[in-house]
């Protein structure tokens, strides 16, 4: 018994190929959207660790300079 099936001769001709083509353009601009989350978060980890480093050095340059002061709690007054 031979059933009489048409058998796709392009890739074109079979029903999913419209949605491979779609997939294949889309892997395209995932790919582009985690480059530029990858480059966003190395770019904003670089800003944090310079503004850091920036702070820290100013921090020991007052300290060493004199210009930080010990800080005057006010719970470490005695109430009258």
């Not at 048409?6 to 999913?16: G, N, Q, V």
């Not at 480059?35 to 190395?42: D, G, K, M, P, Q």
């Amino acid at each position: 018994m031979v059933l009489n099936a048409r058998i796709p001769e392009t890739a074109s001709d079979t029903p999913l190929a419209g949605f491979g083509r779609v997939i294949g353009r889309t892997r395209y601009v995932v790919l582009l959207a985690v480059i530029a989350v990858l480059l966003l978060s190395v770019s904003l980890f670089l800003l944090g660790t310079i503004s850091a480093a920036v702070n820290i050095w100013k921090a020991w340059g007052g300290l060493c300079n004199g210009a930080i002061r010990a800080a005057r709690n006010s719970s470490s007054r005695r109430s009258r």
